[in-house]
């Protein structure tokens, strides 16, 4: 098992909304703070949004401000994306990563699970 497992991606239609779910171990939960990141074909990680270890502060990309929710479940030690509104240009993989710096950029986590793909259909 790895640190974190996203799922809840898949194809969704334009104007739809969808809740990607990061499963974190205890540890990785608890004492990290966890940000989602997605990766466009041909393009580097973007940042999407980020949520403290103790679950009162979340920053977002200003891509996705507004129709975005990023919450943490302490009972599920589970970390939720959800998006509304979505446009094609959110399709990516999305991964979520950990680390001991709430950051936008990426190489500040050294924690990152397999990703979840997300495609948005006009």
């Known amino acids: 098992q790895g640190h974190l497992v996203e799922s809840g991606g898949g194809l969704v239609q334009a104007g739809g909304s969808l809740r990607l779910s990061c499963a974190a171990s205890?540890?990785?939960?608890?004492?990290?703070?966890i940000a989602w990141f997605r990766q466009a074909p041909g393009k580097g990680r973007e940042f999407v949004a980020v949520?403290?270890?103790?679950?009162?502060?979340?920053s977002y990309a200003d891509s996705v401000k507004g129709r975005s929710t990023i919450s943490r479940d302490s009972a599920k030690n589970t970390v939720y994306l959800q998006m509304t509104s979505l446009v094609p240009e959110d399709t990516a993989v999305y991964y979520c990563?950990?680390?001991?710096?709430?950051?936008?950029?990426?190489?500040?986590?050294?924690?990152w699970g397999q990703g979840t793909r997300v495609t948005v259909s006009s």
């Open positions: 990563a950990a680390s001991t710096v709430r950051s936008d950029s990426s190489i500040q986590y050294n924690y």
């Open positions: 949520i403290s270890w103790t679950g009162d502060s979340t």
């Open positions: 205890q540890r990785m939960f608890s004492r990290y703070n």
